[in-house]
């Protein structure tokens, strides 16, 4: 993946934009960077320590020919301070709701950005929490599979950001008159 810390940037400041009009999350999910920005809307770690960490591991997955040392990005992440969740936090990894007892110290991180993440069983999580709408924070690639998963749950996907770089003014207040309805 390329432009990581910018995407974290993106999803991180639609975050915040959505919870300065008061709109609080009653869970959080993410996916790749997005699990970055999930965490710390749950209240799991700041956004300025999730963005070095961001950066670091877009440091490390753009030298893939050269053995990145996850052992150094486990260290690093290590040094920051990380708490439990304050809503629910699904991990894109193994599809559940972190525990609040888990710490999303280094070793949480490194298998994130090591392994393949459970879209299908994330979605199911999220949705047996008993969300309504799930939103986007970043853009879906028109060959995603995750509406789709959405089909067979009781939520609704919004879209923060459409596909359309021009239109994506137009997608957040859209979302936020659906989110008004409701």
Known sequence: ESNQTLQYVL?????????AWELQPDAALGFGVGQYAAACVA?????????????????LLGNLGSDPDWNAF???????????????LVCSVSGEVVPVHRSLGGSYWREHA????????????????GCGIGLTMGRIAPNSPLPSMFETTTLELMHSVSCSADSSKVSVMSALGGLYQR
């Open 74 to 88: 486990e260290g690093l992440a290590d040094q920051f301070n990380f708490y439990p969740p304050n809503l629910p």
């Open 43 to 59: 209240g799991c770690l700041c956004f300025l320590d999730a963005l070095v960490l961001v950066y670091q591991r877009e440091c």
């Open 11 to 19: 999803h991180a400041s639609l975050a915040k934009l959505w919870q």
């Open 114 to 129: 090591n392994s393949e993440i459970q879209l299908e069983q994330s979605v199911q999580a999220l949705s047996s929490l």
